[in-house]
């Protein structure tokens, strides 16, 4: 029997996926530019992601990098992600918006999540609560939206840091809304989140640094002032990393 704390992965190849599946998650949170924060995955991701995957799968959708707030087009660019999620088989879509206020955006969310209900995705409202000016009021909207669950820090760095807002949500939300605590959990202090917060489902990464496999490397290329990483340095979802926080739930694998 499986127990009540649930593993998301958040992954941005499709090898993260398999490693978080290998590994014990429950699910996975597709996305791509993960070092921005996430936005919106290839559908050739998505569609070898669920033709790969027996665990379930939630699509970020994410326009661009950067704040929350959206004009109608890409609202409409979002709405029409939603689609091409259901037709792919997808479980769930996860989506956010924010007006200049730090406000939720209660139509721009609205619109996304009736268009996610009328074709059967569950959706999750990200972060973007995370930056609103009001978090308790925000949750309230969000669980009036029809939401499943928020992804949350508590409006701090690391989920950990906000420990007790989350617990604040959690008690807040009351069977509601799921309330899934994010940002830099990880096999040591995943344990104590959930004691202290009483959730059912947490978020990670849970990435390792790889390192290319490119014999040659341009200097010149590796110098260019845009480059904030190390191009030849790539992050993935740890299979070890993902094992040891299911092992330290004693949630029973998949």
């Known amino acids: 029997m499986e127990n009540q704390v649930k593993v998301e992965v958040c992954c941005d190849t499709l090898q993260s996926a398999l490693n978080a599946q290998q590994a014990g998650a429950h699910r996975v949170e597709l996305c791509s530019a993960y070092n921005l924060g996430g936005i919106t995955p290839s559908y050739g991701l998505i569609e070898q992601a ?8 939630n699509v970020l959708l994410r326009p661009r990098e950067g704040d929350f707030l959206y004009e109608p087009e890409e609202v409409a660019v ?4 939603i689609q091409a999620c259901a037709r792919m088989g997808v479980n769930g879509v996860v989506i956010g918006a924010l007006d200049p206020f730090g406000n939720i955006d209660m139509d721009s969310s609205r619109a996304m999540v009736a268009v996610a209900k009328h074709l ?9 609560i995370d930056r609103s000016n009001d978090i308790m009021n925000a949750l309230e909207n969000i669980i009036s939206l029809g939401a499943d669950r928020v992804l949350t820090s508590g409006g701090y760095s690391s989920a950990l840091e906000g420990v007790d807002v989350i617990a604040q949500m959690n008690r807040l939300a009351s069977g509601r809304i799921i309330v899934m605590p994010g940002s830099k959990v990880n096999f040591e202090n995943v344990k104590e989140l959930v004691d202290r917060t009483g959730v059912h489902e947490v978020h990670l990464s849970a990435r390792e640094e790889i390192l290319s496999s490119m014999i040659y490397k341009a200097e010149a290329f590796s110098s260019i002032s845009h480059y904030t990483i190390d191009p030849y340095m790539r992050g993935e979802s740890s299979v070890n990393k993902i094992k040891s926080t299911v092992e330290a739930l004693n949630v029973t694998k998949i």
């Open 50 to 57: 669920r033709r790969r995957l027996k665990i379930d799968i």
């Open 78 to 81: 979002m709405i029409s992600d």
């Open 120 to 128: 059967g995705l569950s959706v999750t409202f990200h972060r973007a």
